[in-house]
C-alpha cells in the first residue's frame, strides 16, 4: 500500500536534478489517466485543483504530485490568504508541491509557510499577453535575461520549482545548469530537469491547438470516436427495442405470483 510515508518528497525530487536523472512528468485529469501514469512509473504529475480529490491521490500512487492553484483570472483565488487556504486544503488530501503563477508576494507567502511551490516562466499562458501572445519567450537577449531574473527572484523567495514553457533549449540549459530550481521543461529542450507533456497530447485526443514540443505515442481520437459510433448504435438499438416492445423482456421485470396478485386486485374491488 502506498502512504504518505513512502511517497517521493521534494528532497526526492531535488536529488534527482542533483544525479541529473531526468523527471518525467504528466498533466492529467481523471482517475483513469492517475492510475495509468502510477502503474507505467511516471515520476510527476500535475493535476489541477478541480479534478484533484483523495481518489486521484490514491490512485496516483508513488507519483510526485503537483496540484494547480488556479490563478485569478482562471479560478477565484485573489489573495495570499486564499490560496494559502487553498494549499493547505490540497496538502490535507496529498498533494506534494503545489503550482502558483500569481505575484510574487503571494508566492512568497506560501514559500515563507512551507509550501512547496512551482512557479511558471518563459510562456506563462494566463499572461502571455505581456510577452506577445502565445509564442516562444527567450528569443532575444534581452527577453532570455527577462527569463533569467525571473528565476533569480523565484530563487529568493524560496520558490521549488518553475515550470519552463517555450524556450529556447540552450537558454533552458544555462537556466537550469545555474538554479537550484526544479525546472519543469514544457518545449524548453532536453535539458530540463524534467520533461512535462499534456497526457491529452501523449495519447492522441488533443482538441484544439497541439503545441510544437507535443509527442504523440497512441491514437486515441480514432478510438473515442469509435466508440461514440457505438454507444449511438447501442442508444439506436435501444430506441428500437423500446418502441416494438422487444425490451424489456421477462428477465428484465419482477415477477409476482397469481395468487398475490389477485390479492392485490381483490383489495382493490377489481
Same mark, same amino acid.
Given at each position: =500500500?502506498?502512504?504518505?510515508?513512502? !511517497? ?9 536534478? @542533483? ?23 511516471? +515520476? ?11 481518489? =486521484? ?8 504530485? &503537483? ?23 490540497? =496538502?490535507?488530501?496529498? @498533494?506534494?508541491?503545489?503550482?502558483? /503563477?500569481?505575484?510574487? +508576494?503571494? &508566492?512568497?507567502?506560501? %514559500? ?17 499577453? #505581456?510577452? @506577445? @501572445?502565445?509564442?516562444?519567450?527567450? !528569443? ?7 527569463? #533569467? +531574473? ?8 524560496? %520558490? ?25 521543461? =514544457? ?7 524534467? &520533461? ?24 486515441? /481520437?480514432?478510438?473515442?470516436?469509435? $466508440?461514440?459510433?457505438?454507444?449511438? /448504435? ?31 386486485? /381483490?383489495? $382493490?374491488?377489481?
Amino acid at each position: =500500500m502506498v502512504t504518505k510515508s513512502n !511517497r517521493p518528497t521534494v528532497a526526492d525530487i531535488r536529488a534527482m536534478k @542533483g544525479r541529473g536523472q531526468k523527471i518525467s512528468m504528466l498533466y492529467v485529469t481523471s482517475i483513469e489517466e492517475a492510475a495509468a501514469a502510477y502503474a507505467a512509473g511516471v +515520476d510527476m504529475l500535475s493535476i489541477e485543483g478541480r479534478f484533484f480529490s483523495p481518489e =486521484m491521490r490514491e490512485a496516483a500512487g508513488r507519483c510526485f504530485v &503537483q496540484v494547480g492553484l488556479p490563478y485569478g483570472p482562471a479560478g477565484d483565488l485573489v489573495t495570499s490568504q486564499d490560496y494559502l487556504k487553498t494549499a493547505y486544503h490540497f =496538502m490535507r488530501i496529498g @498533494g506534494d508541491c503545489f503550482y502558483c /503563477a500569481a505575484s510574487l +508576494d503571494i &508566492q512568497k507567502a506560501l %514559500c515563507d509557510n512551507a509550501v512547496p511551490v512551482v512557479a511558471h516562466v518563459g510562456l506563462i499562458p494566463s499572461q502571455c499577453t #505581456w510577452t @506577445g @501572445g502565445f509564442k516562444a519567450v527567450g !528569443r532575444t537577449a534581452e527577453s532570455a535575461r527577462a527569463v #533569467w +531574473d525571473h528565476v533569480k527572484r523565484l530563487e529568493a523567495i524560496g %520558490c521549488f520549482g518553475a515550470e519552463l514553457e517555450v524556450v529556447p533549449d540552450r537558454v533552458a540549459e544555462l537556466i537550469t545548469r545555474n538554479t537550484p530550481l526544479i525546472m519543469l521543461g =514544457m518545449g524548453a529542450g532536453p535539458h530540463a530537469d524534467a &520533461q512535462y507533456l499534456f497526457s491529452e497530447d501523449v495519447l492522441g485526443h488533443t482538441v484544439g491547438h497541439r503545441p510544437r514540443h507535443a509527442k504523440t505515442y497512441r491514437n486515441f /481520437a480514432a478510438e473515442y470516436e469509435r $466508440l461514440q459510433r457505438e454507444r449511438i /448504435a447501442a442508444y439506436r438499438e435501444f430506441i428500437s427495442d423500446v418502441q416494438t416492445g422487444t425490451y424489456p423482456e421477462p428477465q428484465h421485470v419482477v415477477p409476482v405470483t397469481d395468487e398475490e396478485l389477485s390479492a392485490f386486485k /381483490a383489495s $382493490l374491488g377489481l
